[in-house]
């Protein structure tokens, strides 16, 4: 299989960290694959763009930092004048299109979704945008079965959240659906 | 400064992700620090012993995974017996005394404390074990100040839960008093 080099990235606080170790856990307990997640703070971490790496293929991962992500997801305006430069050519970039302007051509797929929005209106919890972009994701990479990811949910959220965290989820995988040929 | 490199060890859901992305967040924000935590799930993390690394330094870090550990956490028995071989000698374990029996003599400082029990006993609620595991380490290694930890719960945290975060942090935090000269 591909090797997917992810990077998630957003302000702190938008869960993005909660987001990469969900997917990651989906992807080893219930997909039979191997992955890697990290995060690296540096000086810029304090006040910049928080950023969450992972790593899913089927066999050995030796290095576990990305350097040049083929998935590469931005929450914020910040985040995207900041990992933007490191797409790998050819790849997947997933946008909000409320916080995300796009500002610059670059040889990727570029997919802007209003997942911001479309949480407020639907959900109203603000809380749950990591898990609804999680949908999307997993919807346009095919990577990871949304109920492998609701399986961890339920390992990790607390019982009277799960169903909001489901309805998020469910949410972004259909947002993606429409890009999918 | 020496270079910490960290691996917590326990069951799933014992939050040894969420105590190392805390006590990352901690030293890059409030103490100037980098730092780097990363998890890799191969094989045999199902249903084996979860395992977080977390790399500290007052300098850039090159290479985000820890080989060898030089603080060892355990809170199972499963977890001390796949990691403990991997311990830099000289190093430092702490075990929960509770779960793990210390089965060999190894070249490292090793500190036994009543985690779990004293967690129950004083707040009733095995989900702050990974808080009070988080306040013994931060007494032994002093590489963090708790109240830079607490400044993390206190973005991390819901609101109502924060309080008895910050008791199990300080009882972590006396609980490994008496083994510092």
């Known amino acids: 299989m591909e090797r997917f080099r992810i990077v998630m990235s ?34 810029e971490a304090r006040g910049g763009a928080a950023r969450a790496d992972v790593i899913i293929s089927d066999s050995e991962i030796h290095f576990p930092k990305v350097i040049q992500p083929n998935v590469l997801v931005c929450l ?15 790849g997947l970039l997933i946008t909000d299109n409320r916080y995300v ?14 997942l911001y929005q479309r949480v407020m209106d639907e959900i109203g919890k603000p809380i749950v945008l990591n898990i609804c972009m999680l949908g999307a994701l997993i919807r346009l990479i095919d990577i990871v079965r949304p109920e492998s990811i609701v399986k961890v949910l339920e390992k990790r959220v607390p019982q009277n959240f799960i169903e909001m965290n489901q309805k998020a989820l469910d949410l972004g995988y259909k947002l993606a659906e429409k890009f999918i040929k």
């Open 76 to 90: 914020t305006q910040m985040a995207y004048n900041k990992f933007v430069p490191i797409i790998r050519p050819g």
């Open 101 to 114: 302007t796009i500002e610059r051509k670059i040889d990727a797929k570029q997919i802007e979704l209003p």
């Open 10 to 43: 957003g302000s702190g606080g938008q869960g993005v960290i909660t987001a990469a170790v969900i997917l990651s856990e989906a992807a080893v307990l219930y997909e039979g694959l191997t992955a890697v997640q990290s995060q690296a703070y540096g000086p």
